[in-house]
């Protein structure tokens, strides 16, 4: 049963930084690509980022291109995204997906974690 575990999230000022991460379990977390999507208030799912199952592939919602950057660690199956440069406007719950492909990543984003909060104010 694939279960996956955000966390880190938190309240920052706009401008700062923020890491999150995924725990991932039940699967071969080596093998498959993984997504970010969040959720803002009031919102449906926006995706993020996906990233290839060796790391180095991965793309961005043009929201977040040169700010966020999606990381992984298969030793740790560990998902990571870090976020900088934060805006009022990227406030909204975090949530990693296993979408089945890497090509499907901006479209599927089940399984899904329970996310994480992230709240970026003043």
């Known amino acids: 049963q694939v279960q996956l575990v955000e966390s880190g999230g938190g309240l920052v000022q706009p401008g700062g930084s923020l890491k999150l991460s995924c725990e991932a379990s039940g699967f071969t977390f080596g093998n498959s690509a993984m997504s970010w999507v969040r959720q803002a208030p009031g919102k449906g799912l926006e995706w993020v980022s996906t990233i290839g199952s060796a790391g180095y592939s991965s793309e961005y919602a043009d929201s977040v291109k040169g700010r966020f950057t999606t990381s992984r660690d298969n030793g740790k199956n560990t998902l990571y995204l870090q976020m900088n440069s934060l805006k009022p406007e990227d406030t909204a719950v975090y949530f990693c997906?296993?979408?089945?492909?890497?090509?499907?990543?901006?479209?599927?984003?089940?399984?899904r974690g329970q996310g994480t909060q992230v709240t970026v104010s003043s």
């Open positions: 997906a296993k979408p089945p492909t890497y090509a499907t990543g901006r479209k599927i984003y089940a399984p």
